[in-house]
């Protein structure tokens, strides 16, 4: 059984940065980084293959963020920095249905973990 759990999430100020991480059960896929924000569509974020040679942005955190893995331990990371008060948002981690695709489209991500918040202050 699939199960990934984020943790990492919190409050930080405008500029600040904060990491992620998904502990991923499973079998290794590409995996993802989507947020939501209430009333709004699922956005991703980021991506990154199974063997971490291949790495996909949203352009909004593009250069802020970073996507990475440790497979050995079977968790993949989110570094945020320079954090803006925009991407304040329930992140969630994913795992995709490819191996070494970094897909940035939700129908192509066939679990979900249940979302760590950050929230971004001014």
């Known amino acids: 059984q699939v199960q990934l759990v984020e943790s990492g999430g919190g409050s930080v100020q405008a500029g600040g940065s904060l990491r992620l991480s998904c502990a991923a059960s499973?079998?290794?896929?590409?995996m993802g980084w989507w947020r939501q924000v209430p009333g709004k569509e699922r956005e991703f974020v980021a991506a990154?293959?199974?063997?971490?040679?291949?790495?996909r942005y949203a352009e909004s955190v593009k250069g802020r963020f970073d996507i990475s893995r440790d497979n050995a331990n079977n968790t993949v990371y989110l570094l945020m920095n320079s954090l803006k008060v925009e991407d304040t948002a329930v992140y969630y981690c994913?795992?995709?249905?490819?191996?070494?695709?970094?897909?940035?489209?939700?129908?192509?991500?066939?679990?979900w973990g249940q979302g760590t918040q950050v929230t971004v202050s001014s």
């Open positions: 994913a795992r995709s249905r490819f191996s070494d695709y970094a897909a940035n489209q939700e129908h192509q991500y066939n679990y």
């Open positions: 499973g079998r290794s896929r590409a």
């Open positions: 990154i293959s199974r063997h971490n040679d291949n790495t």
